[in-house]
Structures are given as C-alpha cells and as structure tokens.
C-alpha cells in the first residue's frame, strides 16, 4: 500500500468516526453500557484518539502526546462536543504525519515494538496493523450506535 493510499484510507475512516460520534442523539447514549459488551461507544473513542495520537502522531510525527489507556477505557474523559473537536485534531495531525513519510520510509524499521507476534516491524507493517484497528473499532462504534439509539427510542 502506497502512501497517498494510507492518506486516503485513514482520512475516510477518521472522518467516519467522527460522522458516528456525532450522530449519538445525546451524550448518554454515547456512555451506555449494553448487555453483553465491554465497552460503551465513548470508550472506544477515546481509545482510537490515544492509539492513533500515540502511534502515528506522536512516535511517526513527534506531536507531543501523553496516553493515559487506562482513561481512555474507564472514563469519560472528552464530551461528546469535545470528542468531536478531538477528531478533528486527530485527523489533522494523522494525516498531516503520512503527508512527511516518504515511500522509502514504510519499509523502515517502526521505532517502537507494538505486535508481539512480529520481530520486524516495518513502518507499512503498523500503519496497515493500525488502520485495520481503526476500522475494527469503527464498526463496533456504529453497532453501538444504532443499537444504543434503538434501545432508547423503546424506553421513552
């Protein structure tokens, strides 16, 4: 995968995130807990903002970040309104890092160790790894969602 791929993949879905965070109608249905999840939409917001901001903007771009995972699972760290700004930074400092990286670049050694499973891990391997991430969470943010909003049409 090129690197104009990458910006076009990753902008697309953080713009998507965003477009889903916003269609919560409220800010509880963004925090409601449903029978046999783990994580409310909020939560996993917040934890592809810390991801992301950690492993592309901070280790790729140098944006200074400080991730607080722990949070980012068990508090509602950001409103609804401050998560959707949130975003917004985010896709700025993603996409304005891929924009530095060269094509030579992606095969480089990743500076960090992130898939256990890997003793090489090139720059391509975790943009690839944490863009699927991005993607995997997505989808369950718009599960979350749609059934958050029906479970609270029924209770009124």
């Known amino acids: ?51 992301l901001r950690t492993y592309i903007g901070l280790t790729l771009g140098g944006y200074g970040y400080v991730r607080d995972r722990d949070a980012e699972f068990n508090r509602k760290t950001f409103t609804q309104k401050q998560m959707l700004v949130e975003l917004d930074t985010l896709h700025e400092i993603v996409i304005g890092t891929l924009e530095t990286l060269e094509d030579a670049t992606m095969n480089e050694e990743y500076p960090r160790k992130v898939l256990d499973m890997f003793p090489e891990q090139s720059v391509h391997l975790i943009l690839t790894h944490l863009l699927s991430h991005l993607s995997w969470h997505l989808g369950h943010i718009n599960y979350h969602r749609r059934w958050a909003m029906q479970m609270q049409s029924t209770q009124q």
């Open 1 to 51: 995968m090129s690197n104009s791929t990458f910006i076009t993949l990753y902008s697309r879905d953080i713009k998507k995130l965003r477009n889903e965070i916003g269609q919560y109608q409220n800010e509880d249905t963004l925090w409601v807990q449903l029978p046999g999840t783990i994580n409310t939409g909020g939560n996993l917001c917040q934890h592809l903002i810390g991801n």
